[in-house]
């Protein structure tokens, strides 16, 4: 069974940091391609990052320069590392593994997310 597992999350204020942590059980970690996603209340979920089976990384351009997304895959996690948190960075922030296959369906599966919540 899959699972993805979201830590971190917390009310900050503006200008703080977070790190938060996606644990992986039940897939070859190393295969995937790993996202975090956000949604705030009202809002459509919203790509924030990307870190390939490469290590290559991709942001949103509302993020970049601000948060940094890694992962470690002897621990089978990925982490974002957000810093100057704003309020506008306030929603759940849900981890994502992807992994494209041939001739089968291509595998997708979600945490369950952790709540950020930027205030002062």
């Known amino acids: 069974q899959v699972q993805l597992v979201e830590s971190g999350g917390a009310l900050v204020q503006p200008g703080e940091s977070l790190r938060l942590s996606c644990a992986a059980s039940?897939?070859?970690?190393?295969?995937?391609?790993m996202r975090w996603y956000r949604q705030a209340p009202g809002k459509q979920r919203e790509w924030v990052a990307t870190?390939?089976?490469?290590?290559?990384?991709n942001y949103a351009d509302s993020v970049k320069g601000r948060f940094t997304i890694s992962r470690d895959n002897a621990k089978n996690s990925v982490y974002l590392q957000m810093n100057s948190l704003q309020p506008e960075d306030t929603a759940v922030y849900l981890c994502?593994?992807?992994?494209?296959?041939?001739?089968?369906?291509?595998?997708?599966?979600w945490g369950q997310g952790t709540q950020v919540t930027v205030s002062s």
């Open positions: 994502n593994a992807y992994r494209r296959m041939v001739n089968t369906n291509n595998r997708d599966y």
């Open positions: 039940g897939i070859i970690f190393s295969f995937y391609d």
């Open positions: 870190i390939d089976r490469t290590d290559h990384a």
